[in-house]
């Protein structure tokens, strides 16, 4: 050979490396961002639907809570709004129809009714709520009544 052998040194090889695991680890947050917003648009919009399952139900029972009575935390509660089949209701206060870690609060009596679920993108700090007054907003805890 004739001592002029083309190719890359070692340190501009690592030096490469090195700048495509910054640009990748920058990549990854953005990424990781981007999937916490996209979770909490779900719980928003799954809570929104809910509004309307609500609404059904209100109209065929003449009430929000039918056999069941008050309800004061549990979207779980037999024979209540937030179980009901027909009205849909049963498929938006299921855990396991939102992102992981999410946690859901149910609170009605016959005249009235709020949903609130902790938002996933938020590190579950915050919550989205809707009630049957209208209202649907971000709150800094879990309601605990029958409204936002």
């Known amino acids: 050979m004739d001592g002029k052998e083309k190719g890359f040194t070692l340190i501009e090889l690592l030096v490469v490396i090195a700048i495509i695991g910054i640009i990748g680890s920058i990549v990854l947050v953005y990424l990781s961002d981007a999937r916490g917003k ?67 609060t149910c609170y009605s009596t016959a005249t009235a009714y709020a949903i609130s679920a902790l938002l996933p993108g938020a590190g579950g700090t915050n919550s989205w709520c809707v009630d049957s007054a209208g209202s649907a907003k971000a709150r800094a805890t879990p309601i605990n009544s029958t409204s936002c």
């Open 38 to 104: 996209g979770n909490d648009t779900k719980v928003r919009s799954q809570l929104n639907s809910a509004r309307s399952a609500a609404e059904v139900f209100y109209s065929v029972n003449n009430n929000y809570n039918d056999s069941a009575g008050n309800i004061f935390g549990s979207c779980t509660v037999a024979n209540s709004m937030f179980t009901d089949i027909i009205s849909g209701m049963v498929k938006f206060t299921t855990e396991d129809n939102y992102p992981n870690g999410v946690e859901l």
